[in-house]
């Protein structure tokens, strides 16, 4: 399967990703748009670790296995995140009964 | 060369091997009025006045003392001049000034001159001041301690340099003291001035020093005068010129002297000791001191000779109409100091030295006498208001007369010597220089007596409350007085011309070894001569002395001056001058300037921080605080940078 299938897919997936975190208030939502541009990413990496070792994988069976692996760790570290972003919004319902991002701007001053 | 080697230095000189103190403690005559001016000026809020009095007085006491000690060494025959050098004072590349004071007898002569009559004036100072509260009257004396410091320096200086610290020190001292109540601004006004005009003339000194330094590649006197007359005369046209330039300024000549007679505005003892004995005959010591190089530059001794010339009349017609008795001793000093002038101009160095010192007695003492006029009037100086003051004040006015007597020339009185000194030099060069300068001497002799006559004879003008106060003053000052009437009276025998008695010039022969004795060039006079001139010198300033005395003692000039005799009071109208054709125009350019400064260089520099508070306003309404538009931003920024890397870099 040529590249630029991933690529598109992964590019789509990304600008969906930003397109929600833009427009959407709601904090989950936010929150799983950018898990989804994280995915994208992670997709897109996968994708160039195959492609770059293909021509290898005849005489070296194991070679670009670091790079699948590494898409591991992201997804381990992602699930971690995740798990401390939900505790924070979490915490904000129960301070502020509501997940909208609008409400949260105290920070400016 | 009157000037010693350095190798001479420690030396003992000729026969003279016990001494109590040797000539190396010179650096005590300096240091110890500077030693007073530190705690009166540093401790004045805690001294009492008497305290303060002692140490003003004793500091200067103590360094006439050590002059007078080593004044003994100085005057043995024989004596050659010593450097004493105290530590290297700059050294840059090949130049090298050291801090070294020159002792001889020229030097010692103005020692002696201002730390004796400095005393006499301190020691005046300790009863006419003590009407001022106790701080202000320790910065009086903490001011004249530095002045007389400053003074010593300049005299004492082995080079120009030193000089000149001292020559800048006296005008600083001058500026603080004619400004001493600076709450009148009038006063801070006259003081403003003064130090103005000096410093223009200062800038001609300056000038000359560096041309000696390019010249010379020395500033030392020895060196200096060693060298000069290996030099082209036109640069020393040059330095001499403007040495003169900075003599003008120093010691009141035209066209710089206007500001002497507003310098009256300090208190009384400073005019006394400051514009008239000592700062002002600055310029005379200089040119005196360096007259080895005027001797190569009859063009600059021309010019001397005539500014001097003229500053005297002009000074003595302006005196003719003043009323207010300080102003009329102002004019005088300005116009005695134009006679030095001439005499140096003449080559007559003796004669304008020997002028200086009985010029210091005499008018050292018709300044402290009019301080003790005036203290007795309750400050008034106006000479219209006085009259009679001899019944009330016997001491004052006995020594005043003798003042005036001095100052007129009338034999056997000290200015009668020293004036006649200078006057038959000036008719060896020129009969010209002689019939103004004798005409210049009349004019003294009427404006004095005119100021005698309408001060202390006739009956009281003055308030009844003026009369009821009228009183002689305490021995403070009345000791002053006597001891400087004796010397104006006696001093001019230490100049007996040759024509009276030969060999009887006790200063000439003193002062020989630095100035080389008699005038240079010109015809010689005979005997003859010299003593019909002088006769004839004495018997008009007799003639119009007793003139004035009959025509003010009982009908005083009280009315207004018209005619010519109101150029005269209006002193020319020389200061209006200076301020159409200089102050004005200068006002116009600083007002200008000022507009340039608030409008264009403010507004450039206030507008630049106004842009960038302005800007910095806008761009805070961008944190809002919605985390959507920071991202918002976040991605248009990255398309922007995808943009740019796209299509610029290529």
């Known amino acids: ?109 | 060369m009157p000037f010693c080697t350095p190798a001479l230095r420690g030396a003992k000189i000729g026969g003279s091997q016990s001494h109590f103190m040797s000539i190396q403690s010179i650096w005590l005559v300096p240091a110890l009025p500077l030693i007073g001016f530190l705690i009166n000026g540093l401790f004045r809020n805690s001294l009492s006045k008497s305290l303060t009095g002692i140490i003003g007085s004793g500091t200067i006491l103590f360094s006439f003392v050590v002059s007078l000690l080593i004044f003994g060494q100085v005057r043995q025959p024989g004596f050659q001049g010593e450097v004493v050098t105290l530590f290297d004072f700059i050294t840059v590349g090949k130049l090298s000034i050291p801090f070294a004071f020159q002792v001889d007898q020229l030097s010692m002569l103005f020692l002696l001159i201002i730390t004796g009559v400095g005393f006499l004036i301190h020691l005046y100072s300790t009863s006419y001041m003590h009407e001022e509260e106790a701080p202000h009257f320790a910065r009086y004396f903490s001011y004249l301690n530095l002045f007389v410091f400053s003074m010593l320096l300049l005299v004492l200086g082995a080079n120009f340099i030193i000089l000149f610290i001292g020559w800048e020190g006296v005008g600083l001292c001058s500026y603080l003291l004619i400004g001493y109540w600076f709450k009148n601004l009038e006063y801070g006004n006259a003081a403003k001035k003064a130090f103005i005009m000096n410093r223009i003339g200062d800038l001609g000194f300056l000038i000359a020093i560096f041309l000696m330094i390019q010249q010379f590649g020395s500033v030392g006197f020895g060196e200096v005068f060693a060298h000069a007359s290996s030099a082209k005369v036109g640069v020393l046209t040059a330095i001499t010129m403007l040495l003169f330039v900075g003599a003008t300024g120093k010691s009141a000549q035209i066209p710089l002297y206007t500001w002497l007679p507003d310098a009256m505005a300090g208190p009384t003892p400073v005019s006394a000791l400051i514009h008239a004995a000592t700062m002002v005959t600055a310029g005379i010591y200089m040119i005196a001191r360096s007259h080895v190089l005027y001797d190569l530059t009859p063009v600059t001794q021309g010019v001397v000779a005539v500014i001097g010339l003229l500053t005297a009349v002009l000074a003595a017609t302006i005196a003719l109409k003043q009323n207010d008795i300080k102003k009329v001793l102002a004019y005088s000093t300005v116009s005695q100091l134009g006679y030095m002038f001439l005499g140096l101009g003449v080559g007559a160095y003796t004669g304008a030295v020997f002028h200086v010192m009985t010029h210091a007695f005499f008018k050292a003492l018709l300044f402290l006498g009019a301080g003790s006029v005036i203290h007795a009037m309750g400050g008034e100086q106006d000479m219209r208001r006085m009259g009679g003051l001899r019944k009330w004040m016997p001491v004052t006015n006995a020594t005043f007369l003798i003042g005036c007597l001095a100052i007129a020339g009338i034999p056997p009185f000290s200015g009668f010597f020293s004036k006649d000194e200078i006057l038959g030099a000036a008719y060896a060069k020129s009969p010209i220089y002689y019939g103004v300068g004798l005409f210049t001497a009349m004019l003294t002799a009427f404006y004095m007596f005119r100021l005698y006559a309408t001060t202390f004879a006739g009956s009281f003008r003055g308030t009844h409350d003026q009369e009821h106060h009228l009183h002689e003053s305490p021995s403070a000052i009345t000791i002053p007085l006597v001891v400087l009437a004796i010397l104006a009276a006696v001093a001019g025998f230490l100049g007996i011309p040759a024509a009276l008695a030969p060999d009887a010039h006790v200063l000439g022969k003193y002062l020989a070894p630095v100035i080389g004795g008699e005038a240079h060039g010109g015809v010689e006079v005979s005997k003859g001569t010299e003593l019909g001139l002088m006769a004839l010198a004495a018997v008009l300033a007799l003639a119009v002395s007793v003139w004035a005395w009959m025509r003010f003692k009982s009908r005083p000039d009280l009315a207004e001056p018209t005619g010519f005799g109101k150029v005269l009071a209006g002193k020319w109208y020389v200061d209006e001058f200076y301020n159409a054709v200089i102050v004005k125009p200068l006002d116009l350019l600083a007002q200008l300037l000022v507009f340039i400064e608030k409008n264009i260089i403010d507004g450039i520099v206030n507008g630049v921080g106004r842009l960038v508070q302005y800007g910095s306003r806008q761009l805070r309404l961008m944190q809002s605080g919605q985390v959507g538009g920071y991202v918002l931003l976040m991605v248009v920024g990255i398309l922007v940078l995808f943009l740019v890397e796209l299509f610029v870099k290529k």
Do not use: W
């Open chain 1, 1 to 109: 399967m040529p590249i630029n299938y991933y690529i598109f897919l992964a590019v789509a997936l990304f600008c969906i990703g930003v397109a929600g975190v833009l427009t959407r208030r709601n904090a989950i939502i936010i929150f799983m748009c950018i898990e989804l541009m994280l995915n994208a990413v992670n997709l897109l990496l996968v994708a160039f670790s195959k492609m770059h070792y293909h021509a290898l994988s005849a005489t070296a069976p194991h070679a670009g296995i670091d790079g699948q692996l590494f898409v591991f760790f992201i997804m381990v570290v992602a699930a971690a995140e995740v798990s401390v972003g939900l505790a924070v919004i979490v915490m904000m319902y129960r301070n502020t009964h509501s997940i909208d991002v609008n409400f949260l701007n105290r920070l400016k001053h």
